[in-house]
């Protein structure tokens, strides 16, 4: 049979693991604060300072999109994606022209109400169909208007319809694939590249125009993504203004005053930022050039909204001179031409694709028969450089107080909790850690009785074992002398 296995006893005895897992969860937490305040300070302590000194003014004023563009070397960016390293790689930088908030208006008793909604193109989208002529036998058919890039094409057909004819050199794209680079008009994979700059209209749907005065253009948002370009068109008696702009100072809030009625038999054309409908009611906020035109101007019974588009450009009666109400954008315009950034810091730490979001909603300049973002800004009035997107004091107070409190609280709570267990714990002559903070007989203090009786024992036990070793040696001598 075989041995039985002799259990030994640790070393080290079981500690009790609620001291242990206190002792490392308090540990855990200081480490994790002190790692919080160096990043928070980098993350919010020092763009919060930089909002309460920098002199941004807190009232919003309109920003519109003049140039966007995807540059390469990038020196600046209107919207990062870190902002502990320097932006690379996506670098979209945004120029606009920046303005006083337009006239807020009221369009009342409007009957035949239609909307009518020309939807934004994104031509990154995965809608859009692609072709990689790389492949032998992907663009063998190809027809249409494509932009391509180092053989890979897409159908730009789909979403514009082109004027204008190529007049460029020859590629085959089943053959010369890596030719395709720019704008071409393909019919049978044989494509011409275009030479001069595409005339292209989006497909929109057409504008009933039957029985028409007021022509309200305005944007579309859902969740701070721009849709596309919307337009009212109705029969309305009248059109109130509610506020009054005095150019490029701030403007101010009057009685309700009528300054268009359907009796002088012309056509209203404005844009406006947002509209609210109620019934046979419609308000619109940041309402800018304002013109009138003769009724027969308007194509009928239809039209498209590229003939509408030139209609407004060509517009040039006024419907106020004095520009006071509704006047053109240029009378009210702060600084021409500023960068354009998310927040003062110039970048996002969310990691979710935001400044993706932020290029599309914020960075259309017109091109493409689009009409430029227009959005609410903030800026400073002795420097024209710079305009952000957004910037909130209240919230960015709250911000740092989560920022500043939490971490320190959490901090201070295990550091202090570190400091009771380093008081109430001992370890005992077994090496076991042992809680003595509630144990009375531990923390009571030894009279000196009892001192001098434990001395007593000690002395007691030195005297007894000393006689036992020397009966033990008394045998052992008497044995050598024998």
Same mark, same amino acid.
């Given at each position: ?135 032998? +036998? ?12 180092? =053989? ?24 010369? %694939? ?29 504008? %009933? ?16 993504? /721009? ?23 701030? =403007? ?12 002088? %038999? ?78 003062? /810091? ?6 979710? =694709? ?39 004091? %209240? ?80 045998? +052992? +001598? ?5």
């Amino acid at each position: 049979m075989g041995k039985k296995k002799e259990i030994k006893e640790p070393v080290i005895p079981v500690q009790d693991k609620r001291i242990c897992g206190g002792i490392c969860l308090c540990q855990f937490t200081i480490v994790i604060s002190c790692v919080s305040l160096v990043y928070l300070a980098v993350a919010v302590y020092m763009p919060s300072y930089r909002a309460f000194t920098y002199g941004m003014e807190t009232r919003p004023v309109m920003c519109q999109a003049v140039n966007t563009v995807m540059a390469k070397n990038c020196d600046w960016a209107s919207c990062g994606e870190w902002c502990l390293t320097k932006t690379s790689g996506f670098c979209p930088q945004i120029q606009v022209t920046t303005r006083r908030n337009g006239t807020t208006i009221t369009l009342e008793n409007c009957t035949e109400l239609r909307n009518f909604s020309c939807p934004m193109v994104d031509v990154t989208t995965t809608l859009i169909r692609k072709y990689n002529c790389n492949n032998d +036998t992907s663009c063998t058919n190809l027809t249409g208007v494509f932009s391509c890039r180092k =053989g890979h094409c897409k159908d730009w057909s789909s979403m514009f319809l082109c004027h204008n004819h190529a007049d460029g050199i020859l590629v085959d794209s089943s053959r010369d %694939n890596l030719k395709l680079n720019g704008f071409f008009e393909c019919k049978h994979s044989k494509c011409l590249k275009y030479k001069t700059d595409l005339i292209c209209d989006r497909y929109c749907v057409r504008i %009933n125009t039957t029985d028409a005065n007021v022509f309200l253009e305005y944007h579309e948002y859902k969740d701070g993504k /721009e849709l596309g370009n919307n337009l009212f068109v109705g029969n309305c008696e009248r059109a109130i203004a509610h506020t009054i702009v005095d150019g490029s100072e701030e =403007g101010r809030k009057i009685p309700p005053k009528v300054i268009w009625t359907k009796t002088s %038999n012309k056509t209203l054309l404005t844009t406006c930022h947002v509209v609210v409908t109620n019934e046979l009611n419609i308000t619109a906020t940041d309402c800018i050039n304002g013109t009138v035109i003769e009724p027969n101007k308007i194509p009928t019974p239809q039209t498209n909204f590229t003939t509408f588009w030139k209609i407004v450009e060509n517009s040039t009666t006024q419907l106020d001179p004095t520009n006071r109400y509704l006047p053109p954008q240029n009378t009210l315009t702060i600084f021409n031409y500023s960068r354009l950034y998310i927040n003062l /810091e110039g970048c996002v730490n969310t990691l979710r =694709g935001e400044c993706e979001e932020f290029s599309k909603s914020h960075g259309n300049d017109g091109d493409n028969s689009t009409s430029q973002s227009r959005f609410i800004c903030y800026y400073r009035k002795d420097d024209p450089s710079m305009v952000v997107a957004r910037f909130d004091l %209240n919230r960015t107070w709250m911000e740092l107080m989560i920022a500043i409190f939490v971490p320190s609280t959490l901090f201070i709570i295990s550091f202090i909790t570190l400091l009771i267990i380093g008081f109430s714990v001992q370890v005992g002559d077994d090496t076991r850690m042992r809680c003595v903070l509630f144990n009375k007989k531990a923390k009571r203090k030894k009279t000196q009785e009892e001192i001098n009786a434990e001395i007593d024992l000690v002395m007691d036990g030195i005297i007894e074992r000393t006689n036992a070793m020397a009966d033990q040696d008394s045998p +052992t +001598t008497a044995n050598t002398a024998t």
